[in-house]
């Protein structure tokens, strides 16, 4: 089979030829259609993530596709099923990936109704990611949301979910993305290009925010960001930068969000999030495609920072 594969820690990443995994008794072989491309890939293939996998290994992690075969003790899935989910052992940029059958690291489900390969593909990470932090920020009918970098695959999720549950949205964005944003459950777009951040918000809402999601800055910018966040409040970073001691200090609640150390990464969960899309209540934002020998053009507009929405990779 063909596969996106890095050689070495630091390497670009380049098509290989890799047998077709072998499965054991509770794994699901899977022919992939549509993988989703996320930060962490890139971040794992240029050694800023650590990972214990023997090299040469497969990029990627999010997928759909078709089950061609299945282990003596499966039961949830038959040959021919259409599922999506999370293959992190394995590795999804490839023509075929191999996932347990029930694993809340790698958690997978069946692809309902109309829901497309691309659009599912693009759902797992990011998707799992934007209901984990909500979850835990407590966003709800009536909550005031900041979400710092709402354009992005988790932001323009979380931003559709939260407003769906009646939150009022405040999503910081590119100027050329505030339509975009606008479209996808954000009320009060601000440009961080064109605006003062912090004064276009307060002057917005002089008493504070009940919550702070941040997508995209370090711990110096989180705190920067923090200072919007009423007594009381929460705050969560997705990318490792909230300081929890300090905004312990000023009475908020803060978190680091690891995916698969939440209850959100879950077979059930991703059920959840394919019925909102397949009902048409969770736009999928593929802004961009392409086909697995570009693979390393899209891990490059992923690190570029400037996508909107997700990024898939088509398996032909």
Do not use: C
Not at 131 to 145: E, K, P, Q, Y
Not at 216 to 232: Q, S
Not at 234 to 255: E, L, Q
Not at 294 to 312: C, E, F, N, Q, T
Request: hydrophobic share 45%; charged share 20%; glycine share 10%.
């Amino acid at each position: 089979m063909m596969a996106f594969a890095v050689e070495r820690i630091g390497a670009q990443g380049s098509l290989h030829e890799l047998p077709v995994p072998r499965i054991s008794a509770d794994d699901v072989l899977v022919q992939v259609a549509a993988a989703g491309v996320n930060p962490i890939d890139w971040m794992i293939r240029d050694g800023l993530v650590p990972t214990d996998r023997r090299l040469p290994f497969v990029l990627g992690q999010d997928f759909a596709g078709k089950v061609v075969a299945v282990g003596s003790d499966v039961r949830r899935y038959a040959v021919g099923d259409r599922i999506f989910g999370i293959a992190r052992s394995y590795g999804s940029y490839a023509q075929y990936t191999l996932v347990p059958e029930m694993s809340a690291a790698e958690p997978t489900s069946k692809i309902p109704g109309d829901v497309d390969d691309a659009d599912a593909a693009s759902l797992p990470t990011a998707g799992l990611t934007a209901l984990a932090s909500l979850d835990l920020l407590g966003v709800s009918r009536g909550t005031l949301l900041l979400i710092a970098g709402a354009a992005g695959g988790v932001g323009s999720f979380a931003s559709q979910i939260a407003h769906a549950r009646g939150a009022t949205v405040v999503g910081t964005a590119h100027s050329s993305n505030l339509d975009f944003v606008r479209d996808r459950g954000v009320d009060e777009p601000i440009a961080y290009d064109s605006e003062n951040e912090l004064g276009a918000i307060r002057a917005l809402h002089p008493t504070g925010v009940d919550a702070l999601l941040d997508l995209v800055h370090d711990a110096t910018g989180m705190k920067y960001f923090g200072e919007l966040v009423r007594r009381g409040g929460k705050a969560a970073s997705t990318i490792g930068s909230a300081d929890v001691a300090w905004f312990k200090s000023r009475g908020i609640d803060a978190y680091n969000i690891v995916l698969n150390q939440t209850p959100q990464s879950s077979d059930a969960s991703l059920r959840a999030l394919a019925t909102m899309a397949d009902d048409g209540k969770l736009d999928a934002t593929i802004t961009a495609e392409e086909e697995l020998s570009h693979a390393d053009r899209a891990l490059a507009l992923s690190k570029s920072g400037r996508a909107k929405g997700k990024i898939v990779l088509t398996i032909g």
